[in-house]
């Protein structure tokens, strides 16, 4: 399983659960990366897609409640269930948040494609910082580029050592 996630310079990644910063590349490569695979995310990631399920994507929820249910996805209740539910359906697996599930599997992921936004804004959810992590290194780094509202970003590629 691999992590793709959006952040800002301090590692924040959402705020009121909406992303922090609008960014089309962001998106495209998003969409590029995870397209034919599967996802797995939690149930307040799931319901703050504006779209419902990612389509062209196996959408799994892993959430503890035992009544959460909605079309089009399949409901976990374990990191080993969603995995079970990912291998049968074969491709990629990507776990795409939120914060409490980042912060709980990243350990169990072989690769983090981040957007790492150079700008610090208020937020309320974050991302481990794997640049304080000794068991990660930073393998590749795009050249920067910069959001529509002028935040410079770059796309980087985190290995799990």
Known sequence: MDAIVSVTADWGIGRD??????????MKR???????????MGR??????????LTGRKNIVLTRSRDFAAEGVEVARSIDEA???????????????????????IDICDEAYVTYHDCVLEA????PNLDED???TCAEVSETDFT??????????????
């Open 83 to 105: 995995l079970e539910m990912a291998d049968a359906h074969g491709g990629r697996t990507w776990l795409i948040g939120g914060a409490s599930l980042y912060g709980q599997f």
């Open 17 to 26: 659960g909406s992303l922090l910063v609008r960014n089309r590349a962001d």
């Open 30 to 40: 998003f969409k590029e990366l995870t397209m034919g695979g599967n996802v797995i």
């Open 148 to 161: 529509a509202s002028g935040i410079p970003f770059h796309f980087a590629l985190y290995r799990h050592l």
């Open 44 to 53: 307040k990631t799931f319901e703050s897609l504006p779209g419902g399920p």
């Open 134 to 136: 000794e068991r990660w």
């Open 124 to 127: 309320d959810a974050y991302f």
